[in-house]
């Protein structure tokens, strides 16, 4: 038996989960995929791109921070009830909740599929066929929805204990691995020069982006207005650590040549220093990454579904909330068949390829509401309780526009490049459709949504 209200999502969170969701969906396939990709663009710089990225980030989430600190904190939807509240519209929220939604389905296709190709590495069947990786991404998809359903306290649970055994592996990786490090490895540092390494900076992004997914867990956490703006702040600190060091040993123990063509980077890595009994456990942890990266991602689609609901611009269905467990098992079903249908169709690049250009505008949309907050909605503005001052966080959107404005221009000059290379049909067929195109085109397609939506909620 279903509700179909976002009062009775259950805080069953505390700090501790919080943690966990938000280092393990950023400890995922970014770093343990995503940096050796980037290696191909600019070297070993790769390690400059992390440090670079990091305070543009943790200027980003200072927004976040000072929304959660007010009665909005109390409410999942982040981006979409920040950006509605704010403006007091829905428009531009409810576009920005669309694309978000399809970035996310789009992420947990990909990061099921990437779990089955470490699950047959680690029990030593990486030759295994497609068949075989597809059945157990969809059963991995099938795991992770059953513990949704079966309460938010599981997901917590279960977040804490994978983050754990990541944790074990992380030190595994990188203690012992610092002392194995050439310096010879890093040259040349910069081997695509100024270029590679600004089109490397959205590819390495995607290891930070989906930070902001712990907002959507407002409504179920306990004391969220207190709690949340310092896991968003102090998470992000630790998260950038791990990922300078971790990048550190990578390309300092072998050479990128080496590890470009690895399925498993992170484990090829490992092998040069660590016992061949031992080295099993860096690829359980990057398993862990990726798992908790899905576990994660799994909840932001259904607490999106939940505020427009309660807005009046998504059928009540959708919003359904289980009396029984508190947990939006309607929207967590549709993720699972829209996750289940991107992977069985093959055709998870339509989402996928835009899912952190989608986020990197949602951000810069986002920051720019801290800035016009007081004039749009001076009694929210007045609720603000974080500790940052009001200056320092103005002078962290600004930082934050010209950042995610920069990472814009570089997307879509890489993507006029790419389009400029290859006719529409050809990268129709191998899945290379740029977000240049594809951005608009969902874009287009949220907008043509919300017209209904927008008349049903006014009638």
Known sequence: MTESSGRLLRRDLGVLESYAAMIGILVGAGIFKVTTDAWQLTGASVILGYVVLAPAI????????????????REPGGEYTHISRTLQGHRMAFIGAWLKIISFLG?????????????????????????????IALSCLLFFYVVHAAGVRWFGRLQ???????????LVLIVPGIPAVRFENYTPFFSGGVTGFLKSLPLLFFAYAGFEAVAQTAGEVENSTRSLPRVFVRGILVVTTIYILMSVVTFGVLPGQLLRDSQAPMADVAAVYLPAETAWIITLGALMAIATSLNASMLVPSRLMVMLVRDGLAPSGLGGISSRTGTPVVGLTLTLILGAALIVSSQLELALNIAVSALVVLYFIHSAMILVLERRNPELFGQVASAIPVPLQR?????????????IAVQIFTDLGTIAGASFSERASSGKLTSLELLPLWGLLGFLLYRPAAERKAR
């Open 58 to 73: 943790l200027a980003t989430s200072i927004p976040y921070a000072a929304f959660l600190s007010t009665p909005l904190g």
């Open 107 to 135: 992420a947990l296709g990909y990061l099921a599929i990437i779990f089955s190709s470490y699950l047959l590495a680690l029990i030593g069947e990486s030759g295994a066929g497609s068949g075989a990786r597809t059945i």
């Open 160 to 170: 804490v204990f994978m983050c754990a055994l990541l944790g074990v592996s992380l």
């Open 395 to 407: 002078a962290s959107a600004w930082l934050s526009l010209a950042t995610m404005g920069g990472l």
